[in-house]
């Protein structure tokens, strides 16, 4: 059954990098696939090289999400195959996150649980509390803070399209702005607009990822990436509305919302208290 391999790969132990998924957020120094450049909705305009004012505002980004948090994120990913829905609470403050997922093909018996997750890896827990995708963020905090310590089950991060989301939204926040030059420097690109939840937003791919030296004398040069992976939904003040990640074994984007500030919610300490650690 691919609904329990889903929930089983959840609960799997292995090695995760914050330095790398740091790298992902900007879309500078890992290697990574191409990104589709055209997107479904909004104009089709050639993408081009970002404006210095452009720049500017999506240096922003990491920072206005940080001032707006917790804030609440969703999650979609569908392979083809099999899906994943998420809805949760982010704070960058403590890096932390929960959130009620539902796991499996839509129209089959699919899995529900908690998930709670920071810059170091997740942790599951069967059984939603209650919850679904479709709950607000005070409930989904409620939630994760009853379930008992011992029914968690941490891992590091693997390299499951889910784990890609979660280690990004952990990494995206952050108390200053990014340099501005660095964005254009690299690559970034503004690809169109488009209008989400009745907003106005540019899409922008990110910085392209800068090639890793190898080290040794006389290596080969590696090739700059021609893309970033990334698409952020950036408001004409800075404010991200959504962020899609795109890998080569992957038929759809992840598509991750961020939803704004939730001022009646904080995530919870409790799945944290007496759990094992990640491993590292």
Not at 92 to 115: P, W
């Amino acid at each position: 059954m691919r609904s329990w391999f889903i929930t089983r790969s959840l609960q799997r132990l292995t090695r995760g990098s914050r330095m790398q998924v740091l790298a992902l957020a900007l879309g500078i120094g890992v290697s990574c696939c191409a990104l589709a450049l055209a997107g479904s909705d909004g104009d089709r305009v050639k993408p081009r090289a970002i404006t210095t004012s452009e720049a500017q505002r999506l240096a922003m980004v990491r920072f206005k999400a940080f001032e707006a948090s917790p804030q609440t994120v969703t999650v979609k990913i569908d392979d083809g195959t099999d899906s994943y829905a998420v809805r949760g609470l982010i704070d960058y403050g403590t890096r932390r996150g929960v959130g009620t997922y539902v796991a499996g093909a839509t129209g089959q018996k699919q899995q529900a649980g908690l998930v709670a997750w920071d810059s170091s890896g997740l942790a599951v827990a069967l059984g939603s509390g209650g919850t679904s995708p479709s709950s607000k963020s005070p409930q989904i905090a409620r939630a994760a803070e009853k379930v008992r310590a011992r029914l968690w089950s941490p891992r590091a991060y693997a390299g499951y399209p889910l784990d890609t989301a979660l280690r990004v939204i952990a990494a995206l926040g952050e108390d200053r702005p990014d340099n501005a030059q660095l964005m254009a420097q690299f690559g970034a690109l503004r690809l169109g607009e488009s209008t989400l939840r009745g907003k106005s937003y540019t899409r922008f791919s990110g910085p392209r990822p800068r090639p890793q030296s190898s080290g040794a004398a006389g290596a080969p040069r590696q090739r700059i990436a021609s893309s970033s992976p990334l698409t952020y939904w950036v408001d004409e003040d800075g404010n991200l509305g959504r962020l899609e990640i795109k890998g080569s074994a992957m038929e759809q984007p992840v598509t991750i919302d961020f939803l704004g500030h939730e001022a009646h919610a904080k995530v919870p300490a409790a799945p944290w208290q007496g759990m094992s650690r990640h491993a590292q």
